[in-house]
């Protein structure tokens, strides 16, 4: 008889309920897939939002990689903004020691900013204002948290339909604990160079400040006016002829601030070159809007405006508001202390379990308590998960091709395989803007889904879907 049966305490009743993640997501199909793992879209059942759930596999395989995940949830978890991606959810594991997969959850967006420029030929300017309004908003936001995001370019900027844009990919970003520049080894492929600032142009060993992704926005920007990237470069002298041609040659003091001795040697060997107008450059722009750009795009670090000062640029009148402009408490090195010592593996694993409980409010107190109950681990939604996830990456190939990622290193949301359906030929890119005025919103969890926006991209820029991968779907 069922009355005869003990009753599961209220605890055991809690616990379980935390562990409904197999309940509680109703997978899809795939939309992505590369070398990290494989991404799902899905339905929260519980919300009926639509999201999609990234399988990282293996990620202790390289320690750097672990390092690199580590560093991007964390960061996801402490900058709740709404012009930045959002995780809301990471799996438990079936197994505090021996996991080796990891599932997050990302709020799904339909595609990025460099589908958006490559599908429309007739933004509006006021779709220029808001892009570069979210963008700097964003920034704003992250650099109070001495955060540098490091490579930001169109690809890393999810956007929706809406206009509604958000920054993903905080792999390669790093958080500074001084007020003074940082010396950090910057690897060729960290900000793909037609992005990187020129003080960085050809530096292994260089000194960053938060000026290097005001340039980047610079370049994005200009790219949406455009249509193509402004300075894309073969190479580093390539990249440095393409920024003079349009700048003009830099002083010497400018010259000076250049870490490369051998970018230094070529600069200052260089023919006179005189700045070109940016009205000539951009005939059909908003001379407000080129005037900031100037601001961002100034060849010396030192002349940029930060986030917060390009917002109170004249160009933003009747836009910006700065109730809706927050900034973020510095994160403390506490959060970060695992990069400023050596650490193994086993260190990483800790770490990375101990930031998937910070989404299972229950077990993070049993944890900090150290009263946790190991033996209820089992089943796992995680092992229903990955039974699922293994069969349609086996049958996902029948129902159409899957690309591969354009890029190896493991992130949380990157770039990441989509279905895309041919955009009409004679359907209109853009609905025009209805109303400028952007809804009053605040910077907590519960807004970020409310944020106003004025005016609809039309549903062509949804022919190119992409979820916050290794970002981001990343």
């Excluded at 530096?203 to 200009?222: H, L, N």
């Amino acid at each position: 008889m069922l009355s005869d049966q003990p009753k599961k305490n209220s605890a055991e009743m809690d616990f379980f309920s935390e562990y409904g993640d197999a309940n509680r997501y109703k997978i899809q199909e795939v939309v992505g897939k590369g070398s990290y793992g494989v991404v799902c879209s899905a339905v929260d059942t519980l919300t009926g939002e639509k999201v999609a759930i990234k399988k990282i596999h293996d990620i202790f395989e390289h320690i750097s990689d672990a390092a690199r995940i580590l560093r991007e949830i964390k960061l996801l978890r402490l900058l709740r903004h709404p012009d930045i991606v959002e995780i809301k959810h990471i799996m438990l594991p079936p197994s505090r020691r021996d996991f080796k997969d990891i599932y997050v959850v990302f709020e799904l967006m339909e595609s990025d900013l460099h589908q958006v420029i490559k599908a429309n030929d007739d933004l509006t300017r006021e779709h220029y204002q808001f892009f570069l309004y979210q963008l700097l908003r964003a920034l704003k936001y992250i650099h109070t948290a001495n955060v540098y995001h490091r490579d930001l370019k169109p690809k890393n900027i999810l956007a929706n339909a809406n206009c509604k844009l958000k920054i993903c990919d905080f792999g390669l970003a790093r958080v500074a604990f001084s007020d003074t520049p940082t010396t950090i080894f910057w690897t060729d492929y960290v900000a793909t160079r037609w992005y990187r600032a020129p003080e960085l142009c050809g530096s292994f060993f260089s000194k960053y400040t938060p000026a290097i992704d005001i340039w980047s926005i610079g370049c994005i920007f200009a790219e949406v006016l455009t249509g193509k990237p402004l300075f894309p470069g073969k190479n580093v002298v390539h990249q440095l002829d393409l920024m003079t041609d349009l700048l003009g040659t830099p002083s010497l003091d400018t010259i000076s601030r250049v870490r490369n001795e051998k970018a230094r040697r070529y600069l200052t060997s260089m023919r006179k070159k005189q700045t070109v107008s940016f009205a000539q450059k951009f005939p059909n722009a908003d001379p407000l809007a080129l005037r900031l750009l100037e601001r961002l795009l100034a060849f010396d670090p030192k002349d940029r405006p930060t986030a917060e000062e390009a917002l109170a640029d004249p160009y933003f009148k009747g836009l910006a508001k700065v109730e809706r402009e927050p900034s973020c408490q510095p994160i403390t090195k506490m959060e970060f202390e695992f990069e400023r010592r050596r650490v193994t593996k086993e260190d990483i694993r800790e770490l990375i379990f101990r930031e998937i409980l910070e989404y299972h409010p229950q077990l993070l107190k049993d944890y900090v308590n150290g009263t946790e109950r190991t033996n209820f681990l089992y089943p796992s939604a995680v092992d229903q998960f990955r039974k699922q996830f293994a069969h349609l990456e086996e049958n996902s190939g029948k129902t159409g091709p899957v690309i591969p990622l354009e890029r190896k290193h493991v992130s949380l949301p990157r770039s990441t395989v989509v279905h895309s359906n041919t955009i009409p030929a004679k359907e209109p890119h853009i609905i025009a803007f209805k109303d400028r005025q952007i809804a009053e919103e605040s910077c907590s969890r519960s807004s970020r889904d409310t944020d106003g926006i004025p005016g609809n991209l039309s549903r062509s820029l949804q022919a190119s879907q992409r979820i916050p991968m290794g970002t981001s779907q990343c």
